[in-house]
């Protein structure tokens, strides 16, 4: 830089001298092509976009050292993290030339313009009432579930979603591409095997637990690539285990329940499945609220059917459920079939699997006629869709 300063000076004293001469001999016009002035060119993959004034070459790249580093400090990256590299992905060089005295420079301004500017701009999405994220990745052909998690690093995808929550689903593309390539290493559990241990005494839905599975753990080296921000490739390189996993041990029942046979025959009726299990907008009063159980659309009248062995606890009818029946299976294991029209059993009766014990209706809290099937275990909701 020294050098090239130098150098300049000696151009300025050689030029005054030369002015001092041309404007007495042939006028200005000569001295033009003499005049020379040093100068960067700031080239894209070879192709000249901006020409500054040589002195204004530490600011330049200052300027894109920033722009690389702002790309870092966005891509929250874990602090231990070894960052291999971080460049443009295209070819950037800034190349020393001569230009005439009476050139018009770009600005330094000009430089930071170009350096926002966005190729294809962002794609944001309001979240409005009633939406799922799954809908959303299904309704896009360049949306995934995946993306929208790698897009929105804070965002919890098994938590509710509020109307109004923007959510990033593309990212911009800008004009200057900026790649970091880094190492992490992470520590991650291995999972434990099952081991299954047949019990005729037990339903096919049962199991109980003889010894829990312990966790292993493992370090894995990641190789990633980040651009724009945003992770493109995420390899495991290496993984070591540190921990050996333990098998679990698990009695599992093979006593029979009531069987599906394809298409709409749900085991406990034949029917259309009208609404699933977990969280929904409710058809009455709009709210969104748990469903606790599959909603099987069917004519009232359509034989319903005891999903295992059991004994009825209840058949009873309510505002809210209609009429309904209770069947408790043992081992913590219950079922309820809403909505009814009609019962084939009463409190007590002992009931096996495929048994009829009622009919399809619309009673109680209903918008048409359906049986509304619940598995309780333990007292809690589960999703019927591990037992059926
Ligand atoms: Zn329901």
Redesign the pocket.
Known sequence: MRLKRKFKNTIYIASTLVFGWVITVSGISAMKHLNKLDAVEFRVEGETRFTLPADQADEVDLILKKYKLNYLSKSSIAPEAKILKVDFQQKIEIIPVKVDDEFTFNSIDDLTADLSRNEVEADWYTIVSGDNLWQIAMDRTDVTLTTIQDYNPLLDLNAIIYPGKEILLKPADPVYDVEVHLENIALEPVEFDTIRIKDESLLTSQRVILKEGIEGEKKVVYDITIVNGYPTEVLAIQETVLKQPVSAEVKVGTKRTVGRSGGNNYGVVSGRLS?NYGYRTHPISGRRIF?N?I?LAAPTGTAVYAYADGKVTSVSQDNTLGKYITIDHGGGLKTRY?HLSAYKVSVGDKVTAGQRIGSVGNTGYSTGSHL?FEVLKNGSYVSPWNYI
């Open positions: 609404s469903h159980g909603d809403l509304h």
